[in-house]
């Protein structure tokens, strides 16, 4: 959906390090998501935000964190990043009672 | 959250209809079920959604029982593009859960 942006697409890091992913969208919504999929599985939410500043914990939020500033953008953080957070992420928005639009994801490896 | 059961695979050929069966037996009064579609490295994108009898739109028609406990998303005459995972939610669009899906593969 390109009115969900993530970026970067694809990143490789070193464990240890911090990593900012990042999801703009132009949808106006209220409602915004973090997931992330590993191979041959579904999509696990880490964090979603109904509004500005309001952030909730997901299935699997251990090791990150989200920043909600602005209703557009919506961030995850991986504060030190370690190897099994190797995975695709997706970022996703809706509107109240309405279904979610998806990111293209960011392919994260981390070495 | 109500869990969702599906097949974890599915073959079919082109031009035939596919029917992907999901239960949900713990359905709660206030849930919408809802099919998404997935391709390769890309993100999940909405079929279609509804909450009891049948719902038809331009891709999919989605039959629910009256109970409510199963869900069947029907495609018309597939061709070779709709080979994807197609994933069953359960949940009040709050707060909704993917399985495993169902990894549909259409051959010529």
């Known amino acids: 959906d390109a009115d969900v942006t993530q970026t970067p697409r694809n990143r490789i890091t070193k464990t240890g390090k911090r990593i900012m992913l990042e999801c703009s969208q132009t949808?106006?919504?209220?409602?915004m998501y973090w997931y992330r999929q590993d191979p041959g599985l579904g999509l696990r939410l880490i964090y979603y935000?109904?509004?500005?500043?309001?952030?909730n914990k997901g299935e699997i939020s251990d090791g990150y964190s989200v920043s909600r500033q602005a209703q557009a953008k919506f961030s995850l953080s991986l504060e030190s990043a370690i190897p099994n957070q190797t995975a695709l992420y997706f970022c996703?928005?809706?509107?109240?009672?309405?279904?979610?639009?998806f990111g293209d994801g960011t392919r994260l490896s981390i070495l | 959250l109500a869990k969702t059961t599906q097949p974890i695979s599915m073959d079919s050929y082109e031009g035939q209809e596919v029917n992907i069966t999901c239960s949900h037996n713990?359905?709660?009064?206030?849930?919408?079920i809802t099919w998404y579609q997935q391709f390769p490295s890309q993100g999940p994108r909405f079929i279609i959604q509804?909450?009891?009898t049948k719902v038809t739109n331009e891709v999919a028609s989605l039959f629910i029982p009256a109970d409510r406990k199963s869900s069947t998303l029907s495609l018309p005459r597939v061709s070779l593009s709709d080979t994807a995972v197609y994933y069953c939610?359960?949940?009040?669009?709050?707060?909704?859960?993917f399985g495993a899906g169902t990894r549909l593969t259409v051959k010529p």
């Open positions: 996703a928005t809706r509107a109240e009672n309405q279904p979610q639009h």
């Open positions: 949808k106006g919504h209220d409602r």
């Open positions: 935000s109904f509004d500005v500043k309001d952030i």
């Open positions: 713990n359905i709660a009064t206030n849930d919408y």
């Open positions: 509804g909450y009891k």
């Open positions: 939610l359960v949940g009040d669009n709050n707060d909704m859960r």
